[in-house]
């Protein structure tokens, strides 16, 4: 059988960052991880490659699917793997999206690989078959088992079984499971388990949180170095660094020092995650720099840090959000700022 494969400029062996932006195109044999999938595939082959930078994907969505659309409808292939893209966001929204497409405009199986705090798997998951995988290229084989074997049985036409046994991100779907012992007895053996410090295994599973102390308050804010952050993508006209409009890696820091406030045309967001027009009309909306700057005149804040930390948080990943709350932490402790304001959308 016939199995088309899509990746991204990067793992097709195009180039990096600076290919991001190259449109579709086809290949007509596997490349990078194709090439261990066929070792791996036992009911069918990668025959063909649809490459496409991440960017040119993210940025033109409509318009990028439906050429891969097109490529797909030619060469009739009998199931579609996506990736796997690990934690990469514009990857992974790229990866999910064409094969939900192509799983409704061909009816065809469809298999990709995302690590589960990857953006894509709240938009899609309910949809497709997401192998659960490691968070970057690292765990690459072990994900293309994994997928590979869900592909090997999606050929054979056969149902896939609960997530635990397949690898699967669960969809959110409930299904009766029959078992020897009535629900009492496995819980209160649960319990019991619990109570001896035993290993055991929840039936429902319940999502664990980070429990964050607060800091303690500022006693005296007319003595404090304050610093102003934000989440909603407020950079320089012209976005000269390359902030993503989602799934941000990184922030950026914008000096302020000389400024009174934002002004619009000079300053913009680059947020895709709500309507920018009164943002870049007047950044402070987002940003309010010009009332911390009355602040600070009127002696209720010492002084503002001279600095707007800025980033994108739509779609961005818990695990790339306290990275970089860490690193903005230790840069605004290692400069004096006493407290931080950060504003979100």
């Known amino acids: 059988m016939k199995i088309l494969h899509y990746l991204n400029q990067f793992f097709g ?5 600076e290919k991001t932006s190259m449109p579709p195109m086809y290949i007509d044999k596997p490349v990078g991880p194709g090439m261990l999938f066929n070792t791996l595939l036992n009911e069918g082959k990668i025959v ?6 991440d960017n040119y994907y993210a940025e033109n969505m409509e318009k990028a699917r439906e050429e891969i659309l097109e490529l797909v409808r030619k060469m009739s292939p009998d199931l579609l793997i996506t990736g796997p893209a690990f934690n990469a966001g514009r990857y992974g929204m790229a990866c ?8 409704k405009e061909f009816g ?5 690989g995302l690590y589960e705090e990857n953006p894509a798997i709240e938009i899609y998951k309910r949809e497709l078959p997401i192998v659960k995988t490691g968070n970057s290229a690292a765990s690459m084989r072990e ?8 592909s090997d049985k999606l050929l054979r036409g056969e149902e896939l079984g609960i997530p635990e046994e397949e690898g699967l991100i669960p969809m959110g779907k409930r299904v009766n499971v029959f078992k020897k012992e009535k629900a009492a007895v496995r819980a209160v053996s649960m319990l019991i388990s619990k109570i001896k410090g035993e290993a055991y295994e929840s039936e429902i599973p319940i999502p664990v949180y980070d429990m964050i102390t607060p800091a303690s308050p500022i006693k005296d804010l007319s003595s404090a170095t304050i610093a102003l952050l934000t989440s909603g993508g407020i950079v320089p006209k012209g976005n000269p ?4 409009a ?6 950026k820091k914008y000096d302020i020092k000389d400024l009174s406030l934002l002004e619009g045309g000079k300053f913009e967001s680059v947020h895709a995650g709500y309507d920018p027009v009164y943002a870049n009309e007047n950044p402070n909306r987002v940003a309010p720099l010009d009332l911390l700057r009355i602040k600070e005149r009127k002696g209720e804040i010492k002084s503002l840090y001279p600095y707007l930390v800025t980033t994108t948080g739509n779609s961005t990943s818990v695990a790339d959000a306290t990275r970089m709350g860490e690193e903005i ?4 402790l290692s400069a004096g700022v006493d407290g931080a304001i950060m504003t979100s959308t």
Not at 96 to 103: C, E, R
Not at 329 to 332: D, Q, S, V
């Open 13 to 17: 062996q195009q180039g990096g960052e």
């Open 48 to 53: 063909g490659t649809v490459l496409c930078g």
């Open 96 to 103: 999910a999206d064409l094969a939900q497409a192509v799983k």
């Open 108 to 112: 065809i199986p469809v298999v990709t």
């Open 143 to 150: 994900a293309a088992v994994k997928m590979a074997a869900v």
């Open 241 to 244: 660094d390359h902030l993503p």
């Open 246 to 251: 989602a799934t941000a890696k990184f922030y």
């Open 329 to 332: 932490a230790k840069e605004l």
